[in-house]
């Protein structure tokens, strides 16, 4: 198991730590598995400093995908004109 720590700001940080949001997306420059535990530590954007709050959660689920394999459920058009959209399923 292993331990990631990443920045999270502010209007994200209360979100995940009282339990409401329960995803994220993030680029994908580093290896995240199930098990691992991802430490998030809030930044605040406006003083550019880590507020020193931080919440640990366990990654219950990782898919890692490029934008080209999006491609093949959307053209790349509607992808630019609408986003992609991740939702959270109870």
């Known amino acids: 198991m292993a331990q990631i720590v990443k920045k999270i700001l502010t209007e994200h940080f209360d979100l995940v730590a009282n339990g409401k949001k329960r995803?994220?997306?993030?680029l994908g420059d580093f290896i995240a598995n199930e098990g691992d535990?991802?430490?998030?530590?809030?930044?605040?954007?406006?003083?550019?400093?880590?507020?020193?709050?931080?919440v640990t959660k366990k990654i219950n689920f990782v898919r890692k995908f490029s934008l080209e394999e999006l491609y093949q459920f959307w053209p790349k058009k509607e992808i630019e004109q609408y986003g992609i959209q991740i939702l959270q399923l109870d």
Do not use: H, I, N, P
């Open 23 to 26: 995803y994220e997306l993030r």
């Open 37 to 54: 535990e991802l430490v998030l530590q809030e930044w605040d954007s406006k003083s550019g400093s880590y507020t020193g709050r931080a």
